[in-house]
């Protein structure tokens, strides 16, 4: 019984010498250097000539910053299509967009324009009894120097106005436009690179109608 348990010992010392120098790798299923990274460098084909290799997706991705948005304005509706042409022509690639504002025209009730300044006080006063409100109007085109008894986005409104301060006793007031209608284009250019901020900065065409771009408002 000695015996057999001296051989079994000794028996067993052998295959695990044999197994552990990896003599038996290919017999068994478990390997004597495992998947730890000194077995794999070992069966590594020329490990030399690896390189890591940068897909050109990354190299732009990772080299191009976050764009900025810059804006050049405002124009006018005559003065869009050479700010447009100009500001494609300094930067084809890139998405422009044209910001459209309007602004409505302002209808004041008017009164004037008067014969010399004592009129126009003796106007103000009246109006003073009657307590209506009212502000002077000077120098404004079509209109003279006159005075002003309330302003409206629309000349219904101001019409409205017109029959309520007759209805109160001032019979000359009438509708008059203060101001008409205008329209601004504001062109903006969205990710702009610090190269392309640079080159916008400086674009100075007659296109740009003397204006020059910044940073945009919004």
Not at 64 to 93: I, K
Not at 102 to 120: C, H, Q, S
Not at 123 to 134: G, H, P, T, W
Request: overall charge positive; charged content about 20%.
């Amino acid at each position: 019984m000695l015996r057999l348990l001296v051989g079994l010992l000794l028996l067993a010392n052998v295959a695990f010498y044999s197994w552990s120098h990896g003599w038996l790798d290919q017999f068994v299923g478990v390997r004597a250097q495992g998947d730890r990274e000194p077995g794999r460098l070992a069966l590594q084909v020329e490990p030399q000539r690896v390189r890591v290799v940068t897909t050109p997706s990354t190299r732009v991705a990772a080299a191009a910053p976050d764009g900025v948005c810059m804006e050049v304005g405002p124009f006018s509706p005559a003065q869009l299509a050479p700010a447009e042409a100009a500001v494609l022509a300094a930067l084809p690639q890139n998405r422009l967009d044209n910001v459209k504002r309007e602004t409505p025209a302002v209808w004041i009730v008017f009164m004037g324009p008067f014969a010399d300044r004592d009129a126009r006080v003796k106007k103000a006063d009246e109006l003073k009894r009657m307590k209506i409100a009212f502000e002077d109007i000077r120098q404004v085109p079509e209109l003279g120097d006159g005075l002003s008894l309330g302003r409206f986005d629309n000349r219904n409104a101001a019409e409205r106005a017109v029959a309520d301060l007759t209805a109160k006793g001032a019979r000359t007031a009438r509708v008059a436009q203060y101001a008409a209608a205008q329209v601004a284009h504001t062109l903006q250019v969205a990710d702009v690179t610090p190269v392309q901020q640079a080159q916008l900065a400086a674009l100075q065409t007659p296109g740009l109608a003397g204006k020059s771009f910044a940073a945009c408002t919004r």
